[in-house]
Structure formats: C-alpha cells, structure tokens
T-cell receptor, first 115, second 111 residues
C-alpha cells in the first residue's frame, strides 16, 4: 500500500536527550513536512523540504533538526534545546507539480513524552 | 497576520442529522482549501478540497462550500453517523505548497 509511515508510535525521552522520529513515504512525493500538534490546538510547522538535500525552517524550528538525504525519508531530531518537546508530531507529504498547490497527506503521528 | 479560524470549537448533532462546520479565512490570495478529519490519536485524514475557481464541491456525503466574498468555507456532512465523530480542520494555502491550519472543530454525534 502507498502511504506515509511514522515510527515509533509512542516515544519517551528523558530530559537532555536527543531523539529522532522517523518519517517514510512511498508516494513519490517531492515535498515533506513536519508539524507539531499540542492538545486542542492546530498544527504548527516545524520544518519542510521541497526537494532532496534541501530543507527550510518553519514557524517553530528552534530545538529541532532535519535531514533529507533520500526522497522517501525525512527524519526529525528533537534536541535537548527544545524546552517543551512533549507533543504529537505529524509528518506530511505532497506533490509539487505544475498544477499548483496540492493536498498534503499525513502519517499516523508519533506521540513524544518527556519524562 | 493571516489566519484561518473556526467559528465553533464543538458541534454536537443527532445521528442522522446534517452537520455544518464553518471556517473563516483572512488571506484573500489563497486559492486552495482543504478539509481534514482527525480522530483521536491519529493523523489528519483528507476529506475534500476545493480551489478558488469553484464555489461548491461534493463528495460522498460531504459538500464543501466556498464563499470568497465573505472569505468563508464550510463543510456539510449529510446524515451524520457516529463514525463521523472527530475533530475537523480547515486549511488554506498561503504560499506555494504551504498550508495554514485552523484550530479545529470537534464534532460529537449523539445516538
């Protein structure tokens, strides 16, 4: 099946540790995104990548880092510099065709909890 | 700044009734809008989209209406079912492939 997978589903981190969240897609989408969702709130953009080996900061990039070495993969690292990392993290992808903006499709999410 | 918002945070409807979820947007340059459904603990699921050259689009049991004059977007769900209970988000494109999301409306379906 085509789609976006995220792992792990649940992740626990001790304060001061870096953790990496995985996002993989087999939709052949060019663009990938990371969002953070806090309880009862909408999605806030952390980082995005329109093409391999290139990525841009979103609205809340501080304390996070990403890489885009392969088209299919866009891992997110939550560093110890992120002071309030407990949240639900969502990865999305979309085509970037000539037809203009297209729908973003989401993965199932990773819930990160800092102990 | 530009924003996407929702009129009601919670909507409670009787099973079988029609539901209408509203969304106001402020970026008059937006040309693409999406509605997502998010169940608890899951990622948002695409429901329906509409481009600004249309004012109505229908799917299976869902209809999206776009009123560009008053910058208003609505999602209509016909014959609401218990499985429709979720949080619904509207989103608009603000530049390129970037989307701005509203805060969400929780739909509760009473049996």
């Amino acid at each position: 099946d085509g789609g976006i997978t995220q792992s792990p589903k649940y992740l626990f981190r001790k304060e001061g540790q870096n953790v990496t969240l995985s996002c993989e897609q087999n939709l052949n989408h060019d663009a990938m995104y990371w969002y953070r969702q806090d309880p009862g709130q909408g999605l806030r953009l952390i980082y995005y990548s329109q093409i391999v080996n290139d990525f841009q900061k979103g609205d809340i990039a501080e304390g996070y880092s990403v890489s885009r070495e392969k088209k299919e993969s866009f891992p997110l690292t939550v560093t110890s510099a992120q002071k309030n990392p407990t949240a639900f993290y969502l990865c999305a992808s979309t085509n970037t065709g000539q037809g203009g903006v297209d729908t973003q499709y989401f993965g199932p999410g990773t819930r990160l909890t800092v102990l | 700044g530009e924003s996407v918002g929702l009129h009601l945070p919670t909507l409670s409807v009787q099973e079988g009734d029609n539901s209408i979820i509203n969304c106001a947007y402020s970026n008059s340059a937006s040309d693409y809008f999406i509605w997502y459904k998010q169940e608890s603990g899951k990622g948002p699921q695409f429901i329906i989209d509409i481009r600004s050259n249309m004012d109505k689009r229908q799917g299976q049991r869902v209809t999206v209406l776009l009123n560009k004059t008053v910058k208003h977007l609505s999602l209509q769900i016909a014959a609401t079912q218990p499985g429709d209970s979720a949080v619904y988000f509207c989103a608009e494109n603000n530049a390129g492939n970037m989307l701005t999301f509203g805060g969400g409306t929780r739909l509760m379906v009473k049996p």
